[in-house]
């Protein structure tokens, strides 16, 4: 993304990644802090719903604060992936994070299991662009964990299925290999 910001350095505006969203701000994580930061008159201008305002992933450039004024978010990067859903009870898109690598999609293996809510997820993610990764929690409360992952690899093939127990840390190990490098997981 280096490349990218380069235009944004010789206007005088610093990188950064939007980390929190707020109704009046956002939260920037620049190499030197995390700051506050307001979407700045362009940025709303360019912005046609609500999804195509800064989201939580954005890469950013910000300008410093003036004197007593804002650090203002003056440019986003193009987004790699977009994870998006319909806002409640509404037909417009709302983001609930952007530039994802991989999406865990963590469901229980006791008697919260719903085949059909991971059927949703997984469309979510894969329209998102990101990996999809299914997890399936508490391994050591369920009777039965072949029955769930048939069921998962039915509707999934080809999607990494991981079963673990959160009490057991060993079982955890499978999953960390997801955070090597320079990936953003959700």
Request: a negative charge; charged letters at 25%.
């Amino acid at each position: 993304r280096q490349q990218e910001f380069a235009a944004y350095a010789g206007l005088g505006l610093l990188p950064g990644r939007v980390v929190g969203e707020h109704r009046s701000h956002y939260r920037v994580a620049t190499e030197a802090a995390e700051v506050t930061a307001e979407a700045g008159g362009r940025v709303r201008g360019a912005a046609k719903e609500r999804s195509d305002m800064p989201g939580v992933g954005d890469f950013v450039a910000v300008r410093s604060a003036q004197g007593d004024g804002p650090v203002m978010i003056e440019g986003v990067l193009p987004r790699t992936t977009a994870l998006v859903r319909k806002a409640s009870g509404e037909q417009r898109p709302q983001l609930l994070a952007a530039n994802i690598d991989v999406a865990f999609i963590l469901t229980a293996a006791d008697g919260d299991f719903n085949i059909a809510r991971i059927e949703r997820y997984l469309a979510l993610v894969r329209e998102s662009g990101a990996d999809p990764v299914i997890v399936l929690n508490k391994s050591d409360l369920a009777h039965d964990v072949i029955g769930p992952t048939s069921q998962i690899a039915g509707i999934a093939p080809g999607v990494p299925v991981h079963i673990i127990s959160a009490r057991a840390s060993d079982s955890i190990g499978e999953i960390v290999r997801y955070f090597d490098g320079n990936r953003t997981i959700v």
